[in-house]
T-cell receptor, first 116, second 113 residues
Framework: EAGVAQSPRYKIIEKRQSVAFWCNPISGHATLYWYQQILGQGPKLLIQFQNNGVVDDSQLPKDRFSAERLKGVDSTLKIQPAKLEDSAVYLC??????????????FGPGTRLTVT | AQSVTQLGSHVSVSEGALVLLRCNYSSSVPPYLFWYVQYPNQGLQLLLKYTSAATLVKGINGFEAEFKKSETSFHLTKPSAHMSDAAEYFCAVRGGGYQKVTFGTGTKLQVIP
């Protein structure tokens, strides 16, 4: 089966610009996650969707970050305006509901964002 | 609340030697525990998971981990390191339901020929 797709793979922007990332989860996976991974750190959950509803966005900086998952399939994460400290890899993951498989997350390759 | 501590941000082993990567967790509910591997410029790949079944969990690429409740540990081991094992390894914990997964800070494994 096809894995989690993300685009773009790399993005360089100047501070105060805006940027958007796209994620297409594995077909049939109801749960979608966005993580931020700063160099030298583990991934930090930004937002979790169950279908097209938000389950957890407690660590999403809502003054500049937004995310949506229309129709419960693919998702976009936006940053506006970007700050230098937003430089990181943004990982998307998905998992399916029900059973022990629901605890297994499948990750995309990530988008490496550099803010200059 | 839940947390994960990975001891040692960098670990070096010789090819063919035992690999031991340490992970201790804290969780207010019975945890689900995971080890992920991340190769450069790639996403995370699940190595193995503990979901309250057998305490000794076998994963891919010859890795295994043992859940020890009394020590709140979930250390990752592999009897004989291979060059291809060089990567960064993350331990993660999750509570039940929709509780989020919390990752450790990672351990970078270097394999010396």
């Amino acid at each position: 089966e096809a894995g989690v797709a993300q685009s773009p793979r790399y993005k360089i922007i100047e501070k105060r610009q805006s940027v958007a990332f796209w994620c297409n989860p594995i077909s049939g996976h109801a749960t979608l996650y966005w993580y931020q991974q700063i160099l030298g750190q583990g991934p930090k959950l930004l937002i979790q969707f169950q279908n097209n509803g938000v389950v957890d966005d407690s660590q999403l900086p809502k003054d500049r970050f937004s995310a949506e998952r229309l129709k419960g399939v693919d998702s976009t994460l936006k940053i506006q305006p970007a700050k230098l400290e937003d430089s990181a890899v943004y990982l998307c993951a998905s998992s399916s509901p029900g059973g022990t498989e629901s605890y297994e997350q499948y990750f995309g390759p990530g988008t490496r964002l550099t803010v200059t | 609340a839940q947390s994960v501590t990975q001891l040692g941000s960098h670990v070096s082993v010789s090819e063919g030697a035992l690999v031991l990567l340490r992970c201790n967790y804290s969780s207010s509910v019975p945890p689900y525990l995971f080890w992920y591997v991340q190769y450069p410029n790639q996403g995370l790949q699940l190595l193995l998971k503990y979901t309250s079944a057998a305490t000794l969990v076998k994963g891919i690429n010859g890795f295994e981990a043992e859940f020890k409740k009394s020590e709140t540990s979930f250390h990752l081991t592999k009897p004989s390191a291979h060059m291809s094992d060089a990567a960064e390894y993350f331990c993660a914990v999750r509570g039940g339901g929709y509780q989020k997964v919390t990752f450790g800070t990672g351990t970078k494994l270097q394999v010396i020929p």
